[in-house]
């Protein structure tokens, strides 16, 4: 059992770390001489996240540096010393940041009222500031492939916007590029990897436990999709990645209004008067009956 648990923990590790390794190469996250700030919550997302990006830095072609930063909230009963000593045994460089966000929340937001983007505001000013004063080229956000997609929804069932969350991005004050490296990491793989590293992980009163909170809600809705229809999350995630604005209704990013015909085919043409046809998969009519990708990869091997 010992044997089979390691087999399957170092195959779980070669996967996400190649998944942040494309990620990285696909959206050229990192770059020669970077100093990357890994921000730490002490959550097992951002764990992994340092943990892998530690690891590609070891082996990596190119030179890059690593900083983790956790900013201290001031949060009740915060176990203070759990970070410290835990980046100091694994010999890496950070920094703690204390700053009260916690009581400015708790004074400015009402009872049963949702605190995050308050406080998610105070952080990010606070760790822009502490990236410059680092000299930080890159600051590293541990949010995965799920955090993506549950922000997808968000937009557009409470915010009427078809956004999501971009693996790279230039900062809102312009200073800074922001970039998420667990952009194809599944969040129930980094929840493994956390159990398997045994990372001291640090629970957030803060945000986690609202009982309102819309995220959760969307995460949930998710869950049940990933549970009843295995693969759906996948193809809802390639879909980001394949856009076709001239089939959106967005006039300000796609000129409908100058279509005009033309003598040869047209690149954002298509059928006008056919129902969209989507062909089942190659590997649903080859291995009828398996569900699961896992069930349908061991009966293609057999």
């Known amino acids: 059992m010992l044997k089979k648990q390691l087999y399957n923990g170092n195959k779980l590790q070669k996967r996400l770390r190649r998944l942040v390794g494309t990620a990285i190469a696909d959206f050229n996250m990192i770059e020669p001489g970077d100093k990357v700030m890994v921000c730490l919550s002490g959550g097992k997302d951002s764990y992994a996240l340092l943990d892998i990006l530690r690891n590609l830095q070891a082996h990596a072609p190119l030179a890059f540096e690593l900083i983790a930063v956790n900013l201290d909230q001031k949060q009740p009963g915060f176990p203070e010393q759990v970070l410290p000593e835990y980046l100091t045994r694994i010999g890496m460089p950070f920094r703690i940041v204390e700053q009260d966000t916690y009581s400015v929340v708790k004074r400015v937001i009402a009872e049963g009222k949702t605190t995050c983007s308050l406080c998610s505001r105070l952080r990010r000013g606070v760790l822009y500031r502490v990236a410059g004063e680092l000299g930080a080229t890159k600051i590293a956000l541990g ?3 799920d955090d993506i997609l549950e922000t997808l929804f968000l937009n557009m069932f409470y915010g009427g916007k078809l956004k999501a969350m971009p693996p790279k991005l230039v ?3 312009g200073k800074h590029i922001v970039i998420r490296p667990l952009a194809y990491c599944k969040e129930k793989d980094l ?3 956390a159990a398997l590293a045994d990372f001291p992980i640090i629970p957030c009163n803060l945000c986690g436990s609202q009982p309102n909170l819309q995220r959760q809600v969307i995460k949930e809705m998710l869950q049940q999709w990933d549970k009843k229809f ?7 995630f390639r879909s980001l990645q394949n856009i076709q604005l001239s089939h959106l ?3 300000s990013r796609y000129d ?3 279509l005009k015909i033309q003598d ?3 690149l954002d043409g298509d059928t006008a008067f056919d129902e969209e046809i989507f062909e089942p998969n190659i590997e649903e009519i080859l291995l009828p009956g ?3 990708p896992e069930e349908r990869r061991i009966a293609s091997e057999n």
């Not at 295995?230 to 809802?236: A, I, Q, S, V, W």
């Open 143 to 145: 949010h995965h492939r």
């Open 171 to 173: 900062s809102d004050d």
């Open 191 to 193: 929840a493994e990897y």
């Open 230 to 236: 295995p693969g759906r999350l996948e193809t809802m």
């Open 249 to 251: 209704c967005d006039t």
């Open 256 to 258: 409908f209004g100058n």
């Open 264 to 266: 040869q085919p047209f």
């Open 290 to 292: 398996i569900k699961t």
